[in-house]
Each structure stands twice: as structure tokens, then as C-alpha cells.
């Protein structure tokens, strides 16, 4: 375990698009930052780019999750961002499978850092815990149970942290974004490019580097000030299901 004088942040799902260019935003605010993923080989090359640590994480396993928090001397941020949705079907044709893995991945993923994390992130007096849920946190859309559940699942969870924690040196900050292009959509449509590319066709999206910036801004500010949420959509993005697309 190295030491770390600097302030230390924790990012789940760091191998690629928000999580990736949130690591980089906290390390050039001056963290040291602690990134996690599946895909080792990925972290590796993004720790080498901002002197910070790669430590495989999957957060749906006990033993992973325990591992990870173990390795850790301290933690001042944490940002559970690892997570995604898998496939786009009506709740009478649910693959559980599918809704498995969105559950225990934003769900109980999210579940397991914090619980993990929580008595280093109160240890450091001034803690903050980032979520990334999502605008289908905030409202269902149809063939999107799967997804637009487990985001509702992971925010209330979230936001029950808000009351219990009162109280203790800990903020939390919910980011709901909306369409953001990054690998989101391969890994919902189990890497079908042409139908991952439709989903961003014809709009301008909101870029990783848009939502990494959110986590900075709320990451410097001053202990006494709290920001709970915020909801980002690309300008030509209404809600969940509402789009302006050019031909
Ligand atoms: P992404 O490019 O697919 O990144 C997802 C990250 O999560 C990857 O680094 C992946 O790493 C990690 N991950 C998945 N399962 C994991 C596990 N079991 N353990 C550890 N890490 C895991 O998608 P993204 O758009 O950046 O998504 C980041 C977050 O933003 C997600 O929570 C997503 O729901 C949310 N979000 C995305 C959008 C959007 O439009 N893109 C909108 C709203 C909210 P490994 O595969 O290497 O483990």
C-alpha cells in the first residue's frame, strides 16, 4: 500500500468513456486518482497518463470490491460511475439475464464501493461520494425497464445517503446525464456498431469530457457546499425518449 499525502480520488469503470475522462479531470484538479475497471490493461495505460493507480475492480464481486477498498490508505472522493444497460425490450419479452446484470452492476455495484468506502471517505473530513445515474433515473421509457429500474434503484439509493449521512464530513452529488457518446451503447447492443451509432445519429451529444468537467466543478468546491444534483442533456435532447435530429 503507497501512502498518499495528495487527496485521493476512486473511480469505478475507468477503462472507458465518462469514468476514463473523469479520472483524467480529477488528476489535473491535483488528485491522485485511483481508477477501476475490468480491463486491466486499459487502466494501466490511463494510470501511466496521470500518475495515478490501476487496480481491477469489478464491482458485482464480494471479493473484488473487498480487495479494491482494501489496497486503498485513503479516500477523499469516490465516483461510482461503473455501469450501463443491456438491450432495449418490453417488459413482457425481459431477458433476466440482462436485467441481472444491470442490477448488480449499477445497483448493488454502487452499493458495495460505498459501503466499502464509507469509513475512509468520513476518515478524510471532508469526503464526497459522485453518482452517475441518468435521465432514466428520473423517468421510465418505454423498452427501457431494465435500465430505467436499475437507475432508479441506484439514485434512491444514492439519495438516501443524503439524509443518513447528515451529519458526518461526507457530500454526495447525483450527475443525471443524457445521451453521452461513449461505449454505452456497443455494450447495450452487444456490440452492434450500426445500431450503437443510431442512437447519437443526427444529434450533437453530450462528450465524456462534458460530464468529467460536472465532477471537477463539484470536486472543488469549498466542504460547505453541497450540490445534489444535477440533470446535463445535449441541447437537441428533450427527455429519455425526445430527440432533434437532423436528416
Ligand atoms: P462505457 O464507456 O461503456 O463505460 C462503462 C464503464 O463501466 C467501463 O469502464 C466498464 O469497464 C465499467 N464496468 C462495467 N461493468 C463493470 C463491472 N462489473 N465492474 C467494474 N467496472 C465495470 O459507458 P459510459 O457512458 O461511460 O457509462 C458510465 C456511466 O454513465 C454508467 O453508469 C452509465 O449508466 C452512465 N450513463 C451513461 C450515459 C450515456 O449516454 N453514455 C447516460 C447517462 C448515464 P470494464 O468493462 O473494463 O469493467
Known amino acids: 500500500m503507497t501512502e498518499h499525502t495528495s487527496r485521493v480520488a476512486v473511480v469505478t469503470g475507468a477503462s472507458s468513456g465518462i469514468g476514463e475522462a473523469t479520472a483524467r479531470a480529477l488528476a489535473a484538479a491535483g488528485y491522485h486518482v485511483v481508477v477501476g475497471a475490468r480491463r486491466l490493461s486499459r487502466l494501466r495505460r490511463l494510470a501511466d497518463e496521470i500518475d495515478g493507480t490501476a487496480r481491477q475492480l469489478d464491482v458485482t464481486d464480494e471479493a473484488s470490491v473487498a480487495a479494491f477498498a482494501d489496497a486503498l490508505d485513503r479516500a477523499d472522493v469516490l465516483v461510482n460511475n461503473a455501469g450501463g444497460a443491456k438491450g432495449l425490450a418490453p417488459v413482457a419479452d425481459a431477458d433476466l439475464d440482462d436485467w441481472r446484470w444491470m442490477w448488480e452492476t449499477n445497483v448493488l455495484g454502487t452499493l458495495r464501493l460505498t459501503k466499502a468506502l464509507l469509513p475512509k471517505l468520513i476518515a478524510s473530513g471532508d469526503g464526497l461520494i459522485v453518482t452517475i445515474t441518468s435521465v432514466a433515473a428520473l423517468a421510465p421509457y418505454d423498452n427501457g425497464a431494465g435500465y430505467t429500474s436499475a437507475k432508479h434503484a441506484q439514485a434512491v439509493l444514492h439519495r438516501t445517503l443524503r439524509g443518513e449521512l447528515l451529519g458526518k464530513p461526507v457530500r454526495l452529488t447525483e450527475i443525471a446525464p443524457g445521451a453521452v457518446e461513449t461505449?454505452?451503447?456497443?455494450?447495450?447492443?452487444?456490440?452492434?456498431?450500426?445500431?450503437?451509432?443510431a442512437v447519437y445519429r443526427g444529434i450533437t451529444p453530450l462528450l465524456a469530457a462534458d460530464i468529467a468537467d460536472l465532477v471537477a466543478f463539484v470536486?472543488?468546491?469549498?466542504?460547505?457546499?453541497?450540490?445534489?444534483?444535477?440533470?446535463?442533456?445535449?441541447?437537441?435532447?428533450?427527455d429519455a425518449g425526445r430527440f432533434s435530429r437532423q436528416a
Open 219 to 238: 470536486a472543488s468546491r469549498p466542504p460547505h457546499v453541497n450540490i445534489d444534483q444535477i440533470v446535463v442533456k445535449p441541447r437537441d435532447q428533450a
Open 183 to 197: 461505449e454505452f451503447s456497443l455494450v447495450r447492443f452487444d456490440g452492434d456498431e450500426e445500431r450503437a451509432a
